[in-house]
T-cell receptor, first 112, second 113 residues
Framework: DADVTQTPRNRITKTGKRIMLECSQTKGHDRMYWYRQDPGLGLRLIYYSFDVKDINKGEISDGYSVSRQAQAKFSLSLESAIPNQTALYFC???????????FGDGTRLSIL | DQQVKQNSPSLSVQEGRISILNCDYTNSMFDYFLWYKKYPAEGPTFLISISSIKDKNEDGRFTVFLNKSAKHLSLHIVPSQPGDSAVYFCAAAKGGSQGNLIFGKGTKLSVKP
């Protein structure tokens, strides 16, 4: 079983729809992250959380929101999806800042 | 403004030879550097890291070199194998940044049999 699980793996939706991407982890890590990858670009940080009561904006948070429902769960929402949010989305976790982040397999999101 | 740059989008190497992937950074506050490997339809997987107090870290076929004065790091893979074909991302973090990584755009490595 994967340590970091993202659902759904693929999603096609229409402009204006509300979308939620979910991430769950079994590693027991406190820190969780959401990234976005666009073709030819690296991963860019959207939001991150260091514990259940902590939410922080990343580099590109506009148009997104997150919820940390439990230590193991971190969801990303697009309140009103737009086509330029079409991308590959990754969730990641780690326990300490000097440790590597562990990534899920990603959600491919297409907004028409 | 890109703080972590991987200027080669792609690299092709013959099996058994050395692969050298390069990464440059602009922020002198970065003190922790990582390399990730990514296969299609999978998430990035951690490969190797180096702290700024070191100039080299080795793990099997993979070695990372850090040149702080040049703000440059490189990943050497020796010998290269076809299974190493993937996209490699360089990432960097600042001390006290609580783990926020800045990624380069990646280099696609192709190892030919």
């Amino acid at each position: 079983d994967a340590d970091v699980t993202q659902t759904p793996r693929n999603r096609i939706t229409k402009t204006g729809k509300r979308i939620m991407l979910e991430c769950s982890q079994t590693k027991g890590h406190d820190r969780m992250y959401w990234y976005r990858q666009d073709p030819g670009l690296g991963l860019r940080l959207i939001y991150y959380s260091f514990d259940v009561k902590d939410i922080n904006k990343g580099e590109i948070s506009d148009g997104y929101s997150v919820s940390r429902q439990a230590q193991a769960k971190f969801s990303l929402s697009l309140e009103s999806a737009i086509p330029n949010q079409t991308a590959l989305y990754f969730c990641a976790t780690n326990q300490y800042s000097n440790q590597p982040q562990h990534f899920g397999d990603g959600t491919r999101l297409s907004i028409l | 403004d890109q703080q972590v740059k991987q200027n080669s989008p792609s690299l092709s190497v013959q099996e058994g030879r050395i692969s050298i992937l390069n990464c440059d950074y602009t922020n002198s506050m970065f003190d922790y550097f990582l390399w990730y490997k990514k296969y299609p339809a999978e998430g990035p997987t951690f490969l190797i890291s180096i702290s700024s107090i070191k100039d080299k870290n080795e793990d099997g076929r993979f070695t990372v070199f850090l040149n702080k004065s040049a703000k440059h790091l490189s990943l050497h893979i020796v010998p290269s194998q076809p299974g190493d074909s993937a996209v490699y991302f360089c990432a960097a973090a600042k001390g006290g940044s609580q783990g926020n990584l800045i990624f380069g755009k990646g280099t696609k490595l192709s190892v030919k049999p």
